[in-house]
């Protein structure tokens, strides 16, 4: 009866131990309270007629709802299921709580059942009764259990699971990375296929002209300076036909590395870049919104947390060590009388180990436990710097393409104008080929300019809903997943199983 009040009385103990661990308080943002409102970044483009964010944040926006594009879409969905990165990032995760859960338990006794036979030889001379050879049977159940009076297991436990909670975080960023990586290399597809179509355009007026260069070298009105400069803009067309067909089929190979298998030949039609309508009126919010919407700040937090709870663990290494050990079964000189009665046998064996000299080894490690923190406080800080910064960068992006745009409309439709008058007066002799050749690049200029500012607000736009957080739920409305979820789990699924997960219970 006395044992089992001592037992009683160490798990109170244990109930109400205590814990070395720092108190954690989260570090300042060293961020300015509000983006860029002044000057570049004060005119934010309006959203188009049914294209409207509605003034709901990127997180609230599922990407479904972003891209409308239904052959984008249906390529992120088989991305989610197929790439490979995303599938380490989920083993990982998986990986991470096998951790936590071995931490954990060692909170907990061990009882294990054990069987043995011991066979021992004595000389003669010491034998009792002249019994030089004896055996000895046992079986029954051991204990041992350590209790965590200072708290150093359970400050491996925290930390253990704060890893669990980043590396859940880093999965949830991977798996949005994914998503804008799956649409920014579709929309330059879409890009290469309008300088395809772009440099066929130039290069049959290019043939159109040198042909008429040719016939007029041949018929003596024309010189050869007219036909080789014509031939040059030919030849330079058809060399960057090539380059271009070249990146196409580059940036086919980086879509189809990205999904993890090859394009399905039933894909829905597209749309052209053109025709791309992404949401352009996604409010900033504030830069401390950054904090709960962008899963890299998180993961940056919860390892800043596993390193706070790891002081705990080295503070507690100072301090005696209490174990408790014991064992309860049959003990018999023969198999046969194991289970006889008086054979019952016993121990219990308490310990308690107290750290004296161990070269510096605990102040050490100590040391090295608030370094560490140290380090992660500065990792924190710098992830939300560079999210303050992306998300600044995208603002001043997004608002000046439209503008940038316009003007390149503009300069492609008066260099338009410009060939086509250069070609009439080279016709009516009053200027020279040169003049051709020269509205003919500018134009072809203008039009690639056209076409790559084009895809980079698009880009720009693909940001900015990433770097405010949005990409993780596939459809608005829905209840988002935990940050563990498998990467192709429903919404309804995944709240279901919300309950028997770590992260779902703390990170949400």
């Known amino acids: 009866m006395k ?67 239904p052959r984008l879409q249906q390529i992120i969905q088989l991305a989610l299921a197929n790439n490979r990165d995303l599938r380490v990032a989920v083993l990982n995760v998986d990986a991470a709580r096998a951790q936590y859960r071995i931490a954990r338990a060692a909170l907990f006794p061990t009882l294990n059942a054990q069987g043995s036979k011991s066979v021992s030889r004595t000389p003669k001379d010491l034998s009792f009764l002249g019994q030089t050879i004896s055996q000895q049977y046992q079986v029954g159940l051991n204990t041992s259990w350590e209790i965590d009076f200072w708290g150093r ?31 920014e290399q ?63 089929a580059q940036a086919e190979n980086a879509l189809v590395l990205l999904v993890g298998q090859p394009l399905p030949d039933d894909l829905p ?29 998180m993961e940056a937090e919860a390892t800043l947390r596993a390193a706070n709870a790891n002081i705990g663990a080295a503070r507690a290494a100072f301090f005696p060590k209490i174990s408790l050990t014991g064992s309860f079964g049959s003990a018999s000189p023969t198999l046969g009388g194991l289970f006889k009665a008086g054979s019952a046998a016993w121990s219990f064996a308490p310990q308690v180990a107290l750290p004296i000299f161990e070269g510096g080894q605990n102040v ?44 390149l409309e503009r300069t492609t439709f008066a260099e338009t104008r410009s060939l ?12 020279s080929y040169l003049q051709v050749l020269t509205a003919q690049t500018n134009l072809y200029t203008a039009q690639q300019a056209l076409i790559n500012a084009r895809v980079a607000r ?5 940001d900015l809903y990433v770097a405010l957080g949005g990409g993780w739920i596939a459809n608005t409305g829905e209840t988002p997943r935990p940050a563990d979820a498998p990467a192709t789990v429903g919404a309804a699924s995944a709240a279901a199983g919300a309950s028997a997960s770590p992260a779902a219970k703390t990170a949400g």
């Open 186 to 248: 579709y929309l330059q597809m879409l890009a290469v296929d309008d300088l395809l179509k772009t440099t066929d355009d130039t290069l049959k007026t290019a043939e159109a002209s040198y042909a008429l260069t040719k016939l007029q070298f041949d018929n003596g009105t024309g010189s050869e300076l007219d036909l080789r400069q014509a031939e040059t803009v030919v030849e330079q067309a058809r060399a960057n036909r090539e380059a271009q067909a070249r990146a196409r």
């Open 458 to 462: 698009l880009d720009n736009l693909v």
């Open 153 to 183: 297991i359970r400050s491996l436990k925290d930390q253990a699971l704060e890893k669990y909670l980043a590396t859940a975080q880093a999965r949830k960023a991977a798996e949005i990375s994914l998503v804008a990586q799956v649409a």
């Open 269 to 297: 039609a597209g749309n052209g870049l053109g025709d791309q309508r992404l949401l352009t009126d996604i409010p900033a919010g504030l830069p401390s919104d950054l904090l709960t919407r962008r899963p890299d700040i």
């Open 3 to 69: 044992r089992y009040s001592l037992i009683a009385l160490a798990v109170a103990v244990v109930a109400a131990g205590c814990t070395f661990e720092p108190k954690y308080e989260r570090p300042a943002a060293p961020v300015a309270a509000a983006f860029p409102a002044s000057g570049v970044y004060a005119t934010q483009p309006a959203a188009s007629a049914g294209d409207t964010a509605g003034g709901r944040t990127a997180v609230d926006i599922g990407w479904r709802e972003f891209f409308s594009d």
């Open 364 to 407: 050490a490690n100590l040391d090295l436990a608030h370094v560490q923190k140290r380090i992660e406080i500065a990792n924190y800080e710098k992830a939300i710097q560079s999210a303050f910064r992306e998300v600044a960068d995208d603002l001043a992006a997004r608002s000046t393409y439209d503008s940038q745009i316009q003007a």
């Open 420 to 431: 086509d008058l250069s070609q009439l007066r080279y016709k009516n002799g009053v200027d």
